[in-house]
């Protein structure tokens, strides 16, 4: 096929939220063609999905020095650098003004999914001339209709929140998950808004231990106040908790300290019912009425229950479908990018510090495709917006040639207080593993800083 003026075509970025609109910022601070490509009928549509919720970090974090720029120009003002904005004001005071700028407005298609891409004329295996190849881009519309679309480069920040965790603590769905999904919520429902009917007076489960579990159950109490009969337990497959319940005074974010120490007096005064060390491998109709949650099986069976309803907060997976024509590099275990992997990983530590990081390693072996945001972190938890957008500006300094400018990465985060401990440490402190203690390195300096729980429930 005939070989196309590289520079003529656009730069493709999948997902209008906070920091695919970073890197159509960025690129476009530097005269660069984009295309964003959102799934949603508006942009940022998996912020819509928690706009309820409130961010734990304050707007300094929030907001991207190229985006800020570009709205500068507009006569925007910023809003109140420690002022704590929900998922709704985080849209309509700061994404949507910068989405509605002239340079964004053009470069933005809503409504329009990317379902897989490839190179022209080219399928994974041939590596001759490889570069030298557009992307190109399946889309579908809303409408049902498909299209292909040329790119130069491909920004992959579609985010990981549409495609959650299963109940099943082996990573599939668990038993009966599929048949009884009716009474099943995944992510953060709006407990106190437009979900309260499902909730007020019934009995409820939320499984996982992270940032979303918290919020989720810290609405429940809320509403239990005003209906007392709402009852809430709380299932986790570990027994240690120092992630969600954090670093206490050590942590940099206020608001994520007291979202910590809160759920903590929750679980120890009684009023939620703590049920530790509980992979669940089933969900079923009890003889009582709702459901019935299942860890183990034959002898070693263990049930809780009934439950009118339960929240399935155990994070999400990136969906990996449409990048299966190109040549990804990806860490085994979280399928985060390789690189990322062993400094994410939950499993390893618990403060989930990371250092500066920028186009290389967010990179792949396919050039000019480039995972960024949390999609970048795979299944891990640990996700801070700041860092997104570092990713977002490296990267766009790459693709337009300025590799002195790629290179320059600086990422400086706030710190979570909470580090991993030796066991010993953990097992001494109960279920919860405690926050971390006065002697412990809890400041995570060696990585310049912590991050957790997704910069705020962009769990997106």
């Given at each position: 096929?005939?070989?196309?003026?590289e520079?003529?075509?656009?730069?493709?970025i999948?997902?209008?939220?906070?920091?695919?609109?970073?890197?159509?910022?960025?690129?476009?601070?530097?005269?660069?063609?984009t295309?964003?490509?959102?799934?949603?009928?508006?942009?940022?549509?998996n912020?819509?999905?928690?706009?309820?919720v409130?961010?734990f970090s304050?707007w300094r974090?929030d907001?991207?020095d190229?985006a800020?720029?570009?709205?500068?120009?507009?006569?925007?003002?910023?809003?109140?650098a420690d002022g704590?904005p929900?998922?709704?004001?985080f849209?309509?005071?700061?994404?949507?003004?910068?989405?509605e700028?002239?340079?964004l407005?053009?470069?933005?298609e809503?409504g329009v999914?990317?379902?897989?891409?490839?190179?022209?004329?080219?399928?994974k295996?041939?590596?001759?001339n490889?570069?030298?190849?557009?992307f190109?881009?399946?889309i579908r519309?809303?409408d049902?209709?498909m299209?292909?679309?040329?790119?130069?480069?491909?920004?992959?920040a579609?985010?990981?929140?549409?495609?959650?965790?299963?109940?099943?603590?082996?990573?599939?769905?668990?038993e009966?998950?599929t048949?009884?999904?009716?009474?099943?919520?995944?992510?953060?429902p709006?407990?106190?808004?437009?979900h309260r009917?499902?909730?007020?007076?019934?009995?409820?489960l939320v499984v996982?231990?992270?940032?979303?579990?918290a919020?989720?159950?810290?609405?429940?109490d809320?509403?239990?106040?005003?209906?007392?009969?709402?009852r809430?337990?709380?299932?986790?497959r570990?027994?240690?908790?120092?992630?969600v319940?954090g670093?206490?005074?050590?942590?940099?974010?206020?608001?994520?300290?007291?979202?910590?120490?809160?759920?903590?007096?929750?679980?120890t005064?009684?009023?939620?019912?703590?049920?530790?060390?509980?992979?669940i491998?089933?969900?079923?109709?009890h003889?009582?009425?709702?459901?019935?949650?299942?860890?183990?099986?034959?002898?070693?069976?263990?049930?809780?229950?009934?439950?009118?309803?339960?929240?399935?907060?155990t994070?999400?997976?990136p969906?990996?479908?449409?990048s299966?024509?190109l040549?990804?590099?990806?860490?085994?275990?979280?399928?985060s990018?390789?690189?990322?992997?062993?400094?994410?990983?939950?499993?390893?530590?618990?403060?989930?510090?990371?250092?500066?990081?920028?186009?290389?390693?967010?990179?792949h072996?396919e050039p000019?495709f480039?995972?960024?945001?949390?999609?970048s972190?795979?299944?891990?938890?640990?996700?801070?917006l700041a860092?997104?957008?570092?990713?977002?500006?490296?990267?766009?300094?790459?693709?337009?040639?300025?590799f002195?400018?790629?290179?320059d990465?600086?990422?400086?985060?706030?710190?979570?207080g909470v580090?991993?401990v030796?066991?010993?440490?953990?097992s001494?402190?109960?279920?919860?593993?405690?926050?971390?203690?006065?002697?412990?390195?809890?400041g995570?300096?060696a990585?310049?800083?912590?991050?957790d729980?997704?910069?705020c429930?962009?769990p997106?």
């Amino acid at each position: 096929m005939p070989q196309l003026e590289e520079a003529s075509i656009a730069v493709a970025i999948i997902g209008a939220g906070p920091v695919g609109l970073a890197a159509a910022a960025e690129l476009a601070a530097r005269g660069i063609a984009t295309r964003v490509y959102e799934a949603g009928p508006d942009i940022a549509s998996n912020v819509r999905d928690w706009a309820h919720v409130r961010l734990f970090s304050p707007w300094r974090y929030d907001i991207a020095d190229a985006a800020s720029r570009l709205l500068a120009s507009t006569g925007w003002t910023a809003p109140d650098a420690d002022g704590l904005p929900t998922g709704h004001e985080f849209v309509d005071r700061y994404l949507r003004p910068q989405s509605e700028t002239p340079v964004l407005r053009r470069a933005i298609e809503t409504g329009v999914r990317v379902t897989a891409i490839a190179r022209t004329g080219l399928d994974k295996t041939v590596s001759i001339n490889r570069d030298k190849h557009p992307f190109v881009l399946s889309i579908r519309s809303l409408d049902g209709s498909m299209r292909h679309d040329l790119a130069r480069a491909v920004i992959d920040a579609s985010g990981t929140w549409g495609t959650p965790n299963p109940l099943g603590a082996n990573g599939l769905p668990a038993e009966g998950e599929t048949e009884l999904v009716q009474a099943i919520s995944y992510g953060i429902p709006d407990i106190l808004g437009r979900h309260r009917p499902l909730y007020e007076g019934r009995s409820v489960l939320v499984v996982g231990a992270g940032h979303s579990a918290a919020n989720a159950i810290l609405d429940l109490d809320r509403l239990r106040r005003s209906k007392p009969g709402t009852r809430i337990a709380w299932a986790t497959r570990s027994r240690r908790l120092d992630r969600v319940l954090g670093g206490g005074a050590n942590d940099q974010l206020s608001a994520r300290a007291e979202l910590g120490l809160l759920l903590g007096s929750l679980v120890t005064s009684g009023r939620v019912e703590h049920v530790a060390s509980f992979p669940i491998t089933a969900v079923r109709p009890h003889a009582d009425g709702g459901v019935a949650v299942v860890a183990g099986s034959g002898a070693v069976e263990r049930q809780i229950g009934p439950f009118d309803r339960i929240i399935v907060a155990t994070g999400q997976r990136p969906d990996l479908a449409l990048s299966r024509e190109l040549r990804l590099d990806l860490d085994p275990w979280l399928e985060s990018v390789r690189a990322l992997g062993p400094l994410v990983d939950p499993g390893l530590h618990s403060c989930g510090t990371v250092p500066p990081h920028g186009y290389r390693e967010v990179g792949h072996p396919e050039p000019g495709f480039y995972t960024v945001g949390i999609k970048s972190y795979g299944r891990a938890p640990t996700f801070l917006l700041a860092t997104g957008y570092e990713q977002a500006r490296s990267v766009a300094a790459a693709v337009a040639g300025d590799f002195a400018a790629a290179e320059d990465v600086r990422l400086v985060l706030p710190d979570t207080g909470v580090c991993a401990v030796p066991t010993a440490a953990a097992s001494a402190s109960g279920c919860c593993g405690g926050p971390a203690p006065v002697e412990a390195n809890a400041g995570c300096a060696a990585y310049a800083g912590g991050q957790d729980g997704g910069g705020c429930k962009i769990p997106a």
